[in-house]
């Protein structure tokens, strides 16, 4: 099995940036794709970022508008985002993800269905 750990949360004002960071352990030859998500109280868990390790494709939310970055770290197996311009609205809980998949599915559908088998227990983001 593949285990997450998130860092680097915290509070931030508007316009400020923070970089998370995610470290996978275990199983982690097999990891394919990894991405992060987040949750807002009282609305569904979204995808913001995700990637193929192999460096096929890499997918970004809409709502990103280019003030996000995904990084993957595959020889210390670590995805951060870093992230810029940061906007009260980016509040939430920022969870990584990580999967073994076989094939490469269009990153928007397999972000958007959540297919994701391992998560970490998430990050708190707070901008304010």
């Known amino acids: 099995h593949v285990q997450l750990v998130e860092s680097g949360g915290g509070s931030v004002q508007r316009g400020g940036a923070l970089r998370l960071s995610c470290t996978a352990s275990g199983h982690t030859y097999s990891i394919a794709s990894v991405g992060w998500f987040r949750q807002a109280p009282g609305k569904e868990r979204e995808g913001v970022a995700a990637l193929y390790t192999d460096g096929s494709a890499t997918y970004y939310a809409d709502f990103v508008e280019g003030r996000f970055t995904i990084f993957y770290d595959n020889a210390r197996k670590t995805v951060d985002l870093q992230m810029n311009s940061l906007k009260p609205e980016d509040t939430a809980l920022y969870f990584c993800?990580?999967?073994?998949?076989?094939?490469?599915?269009?990153?928007?559908?397999?972000?958007?269905?959540?297919?994701?088998?391992?998560w970490g227990p998430g990050t708190q983001v707070t901008v304010s």
């Open positions: 993800a990580a999967d073994c998949p076989t094939t490469r599915a269009s990153l928007k559908v397999v972000v958007t269905a959540l297919d994701f088998g391992r």
